[in-house]
């Protein structure tokens, strides 16, 4: 099968994005997918979408493009109101911003997912491709609400019907899996525990760092490659993966993050808005 590299959540950050390319290109993928929130946030949401477009194979809307397209007012916060609508300002004019909020409003939520062979691409989750996050919830719950969460996880992945399936929307390099399959996971002590989820019947596993998978040709799984642009694991790298189907093996690529935030801190947008997009990029959440 075709070997990818599968990118997310790039949010406007083309810092992290030129610096995740540079790495793919040495990776050599066949073919290369990009699932969905490639805009908002950040200070080059215009340049990344070209970029993205100019690039990858597979493009997803997630649910900031959806956002942009279809308004809900409702669906997101203060600040990230206020930072679409900046965003939007930069878009106009961009036959490729033109031609994907054409898509999202004719095909709904099927802009926000690809099947080809085994796989399937999704920004979300497979129930709700735009908006349901693919995490066991907050980890203060792992252990008191274990059986729950743990339910929760296995309603998540049977709903994926393809055998390997890939999301974003989380911002966190993740694989859930049965535990039956526990053995494709590392022993040493390079997980992430603050929010690896085990529980009976489900493993949402965390890597610290850069991790390679092995033995998942004939295993059903849900993995998340991680965000491009806004980390939230605790890690400011930027996070990507690649699957050649059998072997996934996550990324993280250090970038100027400085020039990033510096940047969004010179946008014409309130103080606090700036401030917390700009200062969350060194501290990866």
């Known amino acids: 099968m075709a070997s990818w590299a599968i990118l997310s959540d790039v ?9 995740v390319l540079r790495r793919v290109e040495r990776a050599r993928p066949d073919r290369i997918a990009v699932l969905g929130d490639t805009i908002n946030y950040g200070p080059n949401p215009r340049e990344c979408l070209e970029l993205v477009a100019r690039t990858a194979d597979v493009i997803l809307a997630g649910n900031h493009e959806k956002e942009a397209a279809v308004p809900e007012p409702d669906e997101l916060e203060s600040d990230g109101r206020e930072m679409l609508e900046w965003t939007l300002s930069q878009l106009q004019g961009s036959e490729t911003w033109a031609q994907l909020a054409r898509v999202i409003v004719e095909r709904g939520e099927a802009s926000a997912q690809h099947r080809e062979g085994t796989l399937h691409f999704v920004h979300a989750s497979a129930a709700k491709p735009f908006v349901q996050y693919v995490w066991p919830g907050h980890p203060h719950h792992h252990l008191h609400l274990n059986p729950q969460l743990d339910r929760y996880l296995v309603e998540i992945l049977e709903a994926f019907p393809h055998r390997h399936s890939f999301v974003g929307h989380t911002h966190t390099p993740a694989l859930l899996t049965a535990s ?7 022993i040493a002590h390079d997980w992430n525990r603050r929010l690896t989820f085990i529980g009976p019947e489900t493993i949402f596993y965390v890597p610290l760092g850069e991790r390679r998978l092995d033995g998942l040709e004939h295993l059903k799984f849900v993995a998340n490659p991680g965000s491009v642009g806004q980390p939230r694991d605790g890690n400011p790298a930027a996070s990507w993966a690649f699957f050649d189907g059998d072997s996934l093996e996550f990324y993280r690529e250090p970038y100027d993050h400085q020039t990033t935030a510096e940047k969004i801190a010179r946008l014409p947008l309130s103080a606090e808005t700036t401030r917390f997009f700009s200062s969350r990029l060194a501290k990866g959440e």
């Open 11 to 19: 949010h406007g950050n083309l810092e992290a994005l030129e610096a």
């Open 180 to 186: 039956e399959n526990r053995e494709i996971f590392p």
